[in-house]
């Protein structure tokens, strides 16, 4: 501060002044200190007023939000700095303060970067958020790159947990993470990291039983990728419905272009999804049944879907019911039905099922969607709940409720 006194030609008290942001300091003396501090490239932060407004030094206020350090701050001195920080909006940098402490205190929450423009993921992050911060943490989001594995902050030392989602660099990942003693958990499944996920499982057994009472001609039964442990999940939930019931719908199914059938039938015996690797085995032998196509986009999907909605309806009087994709994909095909004006009735001769219940989240929408609901509060605190040495490995799968609305 004495620096930019002797710049700009003040008094130390007159830079304390116009520091701290009170409007006692007339507009030309503001513009005075701003202008010094430019010209001796020194940056004036938050911290720097919040020290002035208190009447302290800066070295006091980072001692103030060390907890190793606070009791060697006055108490009045104290009062004064959270005073001065609570009028100012101050919070300490989590990120620079456990560099300076080498203490472990940020979690690291690590989605794709295109979670990010998805509602569904932006709500589970939040609630990610509130719960890290309910733990005395500090929650650091740092999307990752498409062109990188993990984000820097994600293998340092200041970094005491991250928070993955299941992607198919997740192997890497998780052994990027344990070469640097970091510790990960998994928002999906995986045999070597903490793992929480909804039960897709017993989610789809009773949704697909739904479609079974309505008695749709067809299920189509979405996307398949062996390194998708949902997807696989999924399947599993569907087989069992299927092996229980009289009712024996035609069935479709679309594959990822490279995926090894064989070897797929075999992962999911390992898996301990005995249902869906004898459901795949017996689709292959099935005429139709199974279609390898490319994985797209939203758009695309969206497309693709309509495209395969008016082929099998041209196939006769069929009642065909959709099952998993996210609520975010079924409403969009929702809105193409009803620009294109198909006539479809919803329910009756097309039957959608999301699952992610998002139109509670998305307060704008009417629900009509049939969905799968999981509490992300409960989601969130599972997830943290995996912190700690002993945690190397496991699954936990998350309670579901099947939502029924109009769409099936």
């Known amino acids: 501060m004495e620096r930019i006194a002797k710049h700009a030609g003040l008094s130390s008290e007159q830079v304390r002044a116009a520091l701290a942001m009170r409007g006692d300091v007339y507009p030309e003396v503001q513009d005075r200190v701003t202008a010094s501090a430019s010209e001796l490239r020194y940056t004036i932060t938050v911290r720097d007023r919040v020290a002035m407004a208190a009447g302290t030094s800066v070295a006091t206020v980072n001692r103030a939000y060390r907890p190793d350090a606070r ?16 009028r100012m909006g101050y919070t300490p940098d989590p990120v620079a303060q456990a560099r300076r402490t080498q203490q472990s205190t940020i979690v690291a929450i690590c989605p794709e ?36 594995l993990l984000p820097d902050i994600a ?3 200041i970094t005491s947990l991250v928070v993955l989602w299941e992607d198919p660099r997740t192997e890497q990942q998780a052994a990027a993470l344990r070469a640097a003693g970091r510790q990960a958990v998994l ?35 979405g996307y398949f990728s062996e390194h998708r442990w ?32 064989p070897c797929a039938v075999e992962t ?47 196939s006769g009087r069929q009642r065909v019911a959709l099952l998993g994709y996210s609520d975010m994909t079924v409403r969009q095909l ?15 001769q097309l039957g959608l099922a999301g699952h992610d219940n998002l139109e509670p989240i998305m307060r704008y929408l009417n629900p009509v969607l049939t969905t799968v609901a999981y509490d992300f509060g409960d989601f969130a605190r599972q997830l943290i709940d995996q912190m700690g040495p002993e945690k190397e490995g496991g699954f936990t799968g998350l309670p579901t409720e099947l939502i029924l609305r109009e769409s099936l």
């Open 71 to 86: 009791h060697l701050v006055r108490p009045e001195v104290l009062q004064a700095i959270e005073r001065e920080a609570a």
């Open 113 to 148: 970067m295109t979670h990010l423009s998805s509602p569904y993921h932006t709500a589970l992050i939040r609630a990610l958020t509130e719960v890290v911060t309910e733990r005395g943490l500090y929650p650091v989001i740092t999307p990752i790159p498409q062109d990188r």
């Open 155 to 157: 293998q340092s030392s």
């Open 187 to 221: 928002i999906g499944h995986h045999g070597r990291l903490p793992s929480v996920a909804p039960d897709w499982t017993d989610a789809y057994e009773r949704l697909t039983h739904r479609a079974l009472e309505q008695a749709y001609d067809v299920l189509h039964l």
């Open 230 to 261: 949902a997807a696989s999940a999924r399947l599993e939930g569907v087989a069992r419905a299927l092996a229980s019931s009289r009712h024996q719908p035609r069935l479709r199914l679309w594959l990822h272009p490279e995926l090894d059938l």
């Open 268 to 314: 999911l015996h390992a898996q301990g999804m005995f249902a869906a690797a004898g459901l795949l085995e017996a689709l292959a032998q099935t005429p139709g049944a199974l279609e390898r196509r490319p994985r797209l986009g939203l758009d695309g999907i969206i497309q693709e879907l309509m495209s395969e909605l008016r082929t099998l309806q041209k």
């Open 334 to 348: 929702m809105w193409h039905l009803t620009a294109d004006d198909s006539g479809v009735r919803l329910g009756d």
